[in-house]
């Protein structure tokens, strides 16, 4: 893991490094062990590393080609580095360094850009081909690595957080229409938008390739779903699911420093603990949060995984008594808004871990509810296809089993529901309404298509692209690589391509995952409850900010900038601190509550 950053004159004039080495400056967190820059003619490029493979020197950044004709910064890890290296040598490539960065360079050199489809990982480079006369920006397949860039003029100025680029902006404006979809609709991350006019995404599985002869920017798309009809039955499909995903978990500890995990007593994250400490004899190391709230804590099943298997864990306490402090915190390395106070608990979990252990990765379980169908509102989209496809009886057996063995369906609350129906949105009054003075077009977050389109929708746009941008902001904040063995791009396309039915199965999610790990404890394999990461932030901001949110919205920055009406916000404010029934109201409060925070911090 690493900070990149580039500055690229159009006009080809030649610039000097000093607007560089001030951006890497500011993402020195994300890199603390070696940094360099290279200058040549228009195009400046810059790096500071995290090393995790290939500790040497020979390994930094901005790395060379052996002939000197191209140069490479690069953010993230190639997990199957050593099987392209295999690959490449025996086309007579010759390698100087162990590091995947070189194997970049190498498969550059032999197939193109369309060569990184064969890459395994997650990354954001910037490639500069001297001979060609192109600096090609390339992002991961699934939004694991951030990458911005801005044109200002004649000037492209690109790097690995927005932070790096806002100096150099000609003025700095907010994205209305980016903030509305945010608090109307709690999005975040659907396209190459950003909050700030002007500055954009890199888009996932895409280059964006700068042509230094005439100035042309121009993109393509390197890689897309392979999907197709899986025929093995569910025994067949557990199998293959299980030895996918050990290789994918088994590529994915390749470091030179020590791999750890996270572990929250949930399925996903079992999974990946089981399995690590299965590769490496015994020796996976994993962290826990654990709270005195026994409303929200998963102790008791991190307790049950250790003693069943043997995984080590390590109980971490998090500490909430200052917690409106440590969402200011979290906000500035964010540098966007959030959606939920769960984002600040992952925060003070990353900085608890590298305090206590100094570790630089972790695996983590994101994606595992995308791509197995574990949010609640994927059951009810399941229903929904199977009644259209008449497949009543399907329907019906999943719903009622469900309910009657306790799992999702007795999770699910109408206000939930409303947000991905169009028709139960007619039927009620929306107080965010009278909120908002400002009006875009809404995002479609309701199920077109069939239920494997919304898992995608959800993985390139919905879900997963905030996800990972919450989780890399806050892991990199504390110098720590996150890494994702559920978003290995072969198993998104097997898992893709399974029946539904092997992934919502009698009336329980996840399915093939719980038939493939039956050797997890009952008590994990079988549990009914779908929580994420949770805190109790309905009582922080019911109870516990109370005043702080009344003083905030006294000088309000939304109200300034026309998006609400801070007076009509304090009223419905006041009602939900009164009010037993708040689910809903709490749900959209939160999102105006950040998102003014933010914007105090911020502008």
Not at 313 to 335: G, N
Not at 470 to 488: G, K, Q, T, W, Y
Not at 563 to 592: C, G, M, P, W
């Amino acid at each position: 893991m690493c900070g990149i950053a580039g500055v690229i004159d159009l006009n080809q004039k030649k610039v000097s490094d000093s607007q560089v080495r001030s951006m890497i400056g500011a993402v020195k967190h994300r890199g603390p062990d070696a940094e360099g820059f290279f200058v040549h003619e228009n195009v400046v490029l810059g790096s500071c590393r995290l090393s995790i493979i290939d500790l040497s020197a020979q390994a930094n950044q901005p790395m060379a080609s052996q002939d000197g004709l191209l140069h490479i910064v690069y953010n993230g890890e190639i997990y199957n580095y050593l099987e392209l290296k295999k690959e490449l040598q025996a086309l007579g490539h010759q390698f100087k360094t162990k590091s995947d960065t070189e194997v970049i360079l190498h498969t550059y050199l032999a197939f193109g850009e369309q060569g990184f489809a064969k890459f395994n990982g997650d990354w954001a480079f910037a490639l500069y081909d001297i001979p060609k006369k192109k600096v090609i920006l390339s992002r991961d397949r699934f939004s694991v690595k951030p990458l911005y860039y801005t044109k200002q003029g004649n000037i492209l100025y690109f790097g690995s957080e927005i932070k790096q680029l806002l100096p150099y902006v000609s003025k700095k404006d907010l994205n209305k229409e980016v903030m509305y979809r945010f608090l109307k609709q709690g999005l975040l991350e659907v396209d190459e938008q950003t909050f700030f006019a002007g500055i954009h995404k890199v888009k996932p599985k895409h280059n964006l390739t700068i042509n230094l002869s005439n100035g042309a920017i121009g993109e393509e798309q390197y890689w897309s779903y392979q999907v197709h009809e899986v025929s093995e039955n569910l025994e067949a499909a557990a199998d293959h699911f299980r030895e996918l995903f050990y290789d994918a978990v088994r590529i994915r500890l390749r470091s030179d420093v020590q791999v750890g995990g996270l572990l929250s007593g949930g399925l996903d994250s079992s999974i990946i603990a089981l399995v690590a400490n299965e590769l490496t004899s015994g020796n996976f190391k994993s962290f826990s949060v654990v709270s005195n709230d026994a409303t929200v804590s998963e102790e008791k099943f991190i307790d049950v995984l250790k003693e069943k298997t043997g995984i080590k864990s390590t109980k971490l306490m998090l500490d909430s008594h200052d917690i409106w402090q440590e969402t200011k915190r979290a906000l500035e390395f964010s540098e966007e808004p959030f959606a939920s106070f769960s984002v600040v608990a992952q925060y003070q979990l990353m900085q608890l871990v590298k305090q206590k252990t100094g570790l630089k990765v972790l695996l983590t379980g994101q994606g595992g509810d995308e791509l197995l169908l574990g949010y609640r509102k994927f059951f009810f989209f399941y229903l929904q296809q199977e009644l259209r496809r008449g497949h009543i009886a399907t329907a019906f057996e999943n719903a009622l089993l469900s309910f009657a063995q306790g799992t999702i369906m007795r999770q699910v609350f109408l206000s939930g529901a409303q947000r991905y129906s169009p028709l139960l949105q007619k039927f009620r009054h929306d107080p965010l309404d009278d909120l908002l003075k400002i009006k875009y077009n809404l995002q479609e977050i309701g199920m077109k298509g069939t239920v494997r389109d919304r898992q995608i929708a959800d993985i390139d746009r919905f879900s997963i692209p905030s996800i990972t941008h919450h989780e890399d902001r806050n892991s990199m904040a504390n110098s720590i690589e996150v890494r994702l063995p559920f978003l290995d791009y072969r198993l998104v396309n097997y898992v893709l391509s399974l029946p539904d039915s092997y992934k919502i199965h009698n009336g329980w999610t996840k399915y093939i995952a719980r038939k493939a790990f039956t050797e997890l404890p009952r008590e994990i394999l079988w549990r009914k409850d779908k929580q994420g990461f949770v805190v109790p932030e309905q009582q922080w901001l019911q109870k516990d900010f109370k005043d702080a949110v009344i003083a905030l919205f006294g000088n309000s920055k939304l109200h300034k900038f026309g998006i609400i009406d801070k007076d009509e916000f304090l009223k419905v404010y006041n009602r939900f601190t009164q009010s037993h029934d708040t689910a809903k109201e709490f749900y959209d409060l939160r999102r105006f509550v950040l998102a003014e925070l933010w914007m105090q911090q911020t502008w």
